[in-house]
T-cell receptor
């Protein structure tokens, strides 16, 4: 298995632009998580899905952030409009069950200038 | 509010030393605790602990959970330079996990 696949690996964009991050979970994993990691705040859960349905989005910072999972093999995290404080590494992770650990993707390093 | 404290936050040792990393937590609806190792990129899974007092081992790494005192430790014996990383603990909170700030371990040759 190729693991959790995220794209792009790096993204540099100007403030105000729309950014879309992509994730392909491990096949057969029913849970998908989006995390954000910064030096100041560590790893923060943004949202997670179970069977393509958003379960908890309480970690989404504000209305500028949205996430979708149109099918079991694809999810997106969109930021519109982006701001410099959104600069972080965004990780996607998937899991077979909540009784198992997560497998993380390699992350997308986002820089908003 | 959920709270996860890891100590020390940073640690520098020499190869061959043994280290103990600590994780204490206060979370609601606790069921299990995860340990991860993060080098340059994605965290990689080390252990999942669900029961108190049962040690989990993987090579030179071992971990144990105390659900009464709300803490876990991760031990690394005979450290190697490849053990240099940030070690994250994550107790469960309801249906997801809350990550601690991590312990940055540096192993010098």
């Amino acid at each position: 298995d190729a693991g959790v696949i995220q794209s792009p690996r790096h993204e540099v964009t100007e403030m105000g632009q729309e950014v879309t991050l992509r994730c392909k979970p491990i096949s057969g994993h029913d849970y998908l998580f989006w995390y954000r990691q910064t030096m100041m705040r560590g790893l923060e859960l943004l949202i997670y899905f179970n069977n393509n349905v958003p379960i908890d989005d309480s970690g989404m910072p504000e209305d500028r952030f949205s996430a979708k999972m149109p099918n079991a093999s694809f999810s997106t995290l969109k930021i519109q409009p982006s701001e410099p404080r959104d600069s972080a590494v965004y990780f996607c992770a998937s899991s077979f069950s909540l009784n198992y650990g997560y497998t993380f993707g390699s992350g997308t390093r986002l820089t908003v200038v | 509010e959920d709270k996860v404290v890891q100590s020390p936050l940073s640690l520098v040792v020499h190869e061959g030393d043994t280290v103990t990393l600590n994780c204490s937590y206060e979370v609601t609806n606790f069921r299990s605790l995860l340990w991860y190792k993060q080098e340059k990129k994605a965290p990689t899974f080390l252990f999942m602990l669900t029961s108190s007092g049962i040690e989990k081992k993987s090579g030179r790494l071992s971990s144990i959970l105390d659900k009464k005192e709300l803490f876990s430790i991760l031990n690394i014996t005979a450290t190697q330079t490849g053990d240099s990383a940030v070690y994250l603990c994550a107790p469960s909170h309801g249906q997801n996990f809350v990550f601690g700030p991590g312990t940055r371990l540096s192993v010098l040759p």
